[in-house]
């Protein structure tokens, strides 16, 4: 996709590795943070960007969440066009919600989810509508502790049996990160940071993402969730 194009317009009007991360960390805020943003202070950068995800994060781990960005008036200015700071690959589990985990609320967040982050032509498509056409600074791939998708391609992958329908497709995507230096949960639990880095690696490739990587204004970051604590922390 090129920039400034008429048919780049015409979208926005319609729906109005360490070289990926670009040296930003997703750390815990500083002491005494502002923890309150206002509907105009979009994060403009990858690092603005990782800072909002981790203080939304703190908020939700600690019981203090604000559920921002819900009003009447946030809705009604929403219906002209849209900003968010961060695209969230996720799983689709049922207990990892992004603009939850991050409490964060309409017009934040781009989310794309399938089972295990797997990648495919729509979900490669949705990531770069929001990088190329949007222009979000942060892509941020989230696993997560115990995930089912992860653990069946590495029972598929021990057993040698197929999964039923399409969820095979999911087994065979994610099959290349299992880590075999593992055994039993370990192995599982391992699994779900290696496919992480895996697709990280993948959308790292990806010669548009790669540009904007190259030029600083985007930063390709892993990371996990964990379900026993709420915690969601970066994976190197």
């Known amino acids: 996709m090129s920039t400034g194009t008429p048919r780049r317009t ?9 070289a990926a991360t670009a040296g930003v960390t997703l750390a815990a805020p500083a002491a005494g943070a502002s923890v309150t943003r206002t509907r105009n202070a979009r994060p403009a950068t990858p690092e603005q960007a990782l800072h909002e995800l981790s203080e939304g994060n703190k908020r939700w781990r600690t019981f203090r969440q604000q559920h921002p960005h819900e009003n009447a008036t946030v809705r009604q200015s929403l219906v002209a066009s849209q900003h968010p700071f961060a695209v969230v690959l996720g799983c689709i589990d049922s207990r990892v919600a992004p603009e939850l985990a991050f409490d964060q609320g309409l017009g934040d967040l781009m989310t794309v989810r399938s089972a295990g982050e797997v990648l495919d032509e729509a ?114």
């Open 10 to 18: 015409l979208l926005r009007a319609a729906l109005a590795g360490t």
């Open 123 to 236: 979900v490669l498509g949705s990531i770069a509508y929001g990088v190329l056409e949007l222009e979000i600074p942060l892509v941020l791939v989230l696993g997560h502790q115990s995930c089912g998708a992860v653990a069946a391609a590495v029972e598929a992958d021990e057993t040698g049996e197929r999964l039923p329908s399409h969820i095979q497709y999911l087994a065979d995507q994610i099959k290349p990160a299992i880590d075999h230096t593992q055994q039993g949960d370990a192995r599982v639990d391992a699994t779900v940071s290696a496919n992480v880095r895996m697709i990280r690696s993948r959308l790292a490739a990806e010669p548009d993402l790669a540009a904007k990587v190259s030029a600083g204004k985007l930063a390709i970051v892993g990371a996990r969730y964990e379900l026993s604590n709420q915690l969601i922390h970066q994976i190197a």
